[in-house]
């Protein structure tokens, strides 16, 4: 139990990474389970209930602002479910590592995909869906890769890892 405790959230970035990598979204059952996993895990873990509220008001929060970003075209709507259902699992003290971390991480990842945009694709690699559609110019950035590698960087310091890794 404890193992898979511990990859549960893990997995579920690296999913969520690859989803959007590959289809430029970020399905609503992924971010549900990401969300339910938290609670079911949490107690199991004996999180106390002022941790899980205040943890369920970051989600919140970063839910309310990331909705705001989306509405305005600057985020996808899997982009603002997923930074949301990880800020749940991450809580107010982690959330600005968090969000520095994706931040930094986006923001090189917009710019390597700007650059490869500049040059021609090889035909090889244009027949690749996701390849050709990841080089189109009219596509946006696959952020959630950015969000999800952020999450794994200050996974360990949640509560439910470390009371797991016990």
């Given at each position: 139990?404890?193992?898979?405790?511990?990859?549960?959230?893990?997995?579920l970035?690296?999913?969520?990474?690859?989803?959007?990598?590959?289809?430029?979204?970020?399905?609503?059952?992924?971010?549900?389970t990401?969300?339910?996993?938290?609670?079911?895990?949490?107690?199991?873990?004996?999180?106390?209930?002022?941790?899980?509220?205040?943890n369920?008001?970051?989600?919140?929060?970063?839910?309310?602002?990331s909705?705001?970003?989306?509405?305005?075209?600057?985020?996808?709507g899997g982009?603002?479910?997923?930074?949301?259902?990880?800020?749940?699992?991450?809580?107010?003290?982690?959330?600005?590592?968090?969000?520095?971390?994706?931040?930094?991480?986006?923001?090189?990842?917009?710019?390597?995909?700007?650059?490869?945009?500049?040059?021609?694709?090889?035909?090889?690699?244009?027949?690749?869906?996701?390849?050709?559609?990841?080089?189109?110019?009219?596509?946006?950035?696959?952020?959630g890769?950015?969000l999800a590698?952020?999450?794994l960087?200050?996974?360990?310091?949640?509560?439910?890892?470390?009371?797991?890794?016990?």
């Open positions: 139990m404890q193992s898979i405790a511990l990859i549960i959230f893990p997995i970035m690296a999913y969520s990474a690859s989803s959007d990598l590959l289809t430029m979204k970020i399905a609503n059952w992924l971010v549900g990401l969300i339910g996993s938290y609670f079911v895990l949490a107690m199991i873990a004996g999180v106390s209930w002022n941790e899980i509220g205040m369920a008001a970051a989600g919140g929060l970063v839910l309310i602002f909705f705001s970003f989306f509405v305005f075209g600057w985020i996808g982009d603002a479910k997923l930074v949301a259902g990880t800020a749940l699992w991450l809580g107010f003290p982690l959330l600005l590592p968090y969000l520095v971390y994706a931040a930094l991480l986006g923001g090189g990842l917009t710019l390597i995909i700007i650059g490869m945009r500049r040059y021609p694709l090889p035909a090889g690699l244009a027949s690749v869906k996701w390849i050709d559609r990841l080089h189109d110019n009219k596509s946006g950035v696959p952020y890769i950015a590698i952020a999450g960087l200050v996974y360990s310091e949640t509560t439910i890892f470390h009371r797991f890794i016990a």
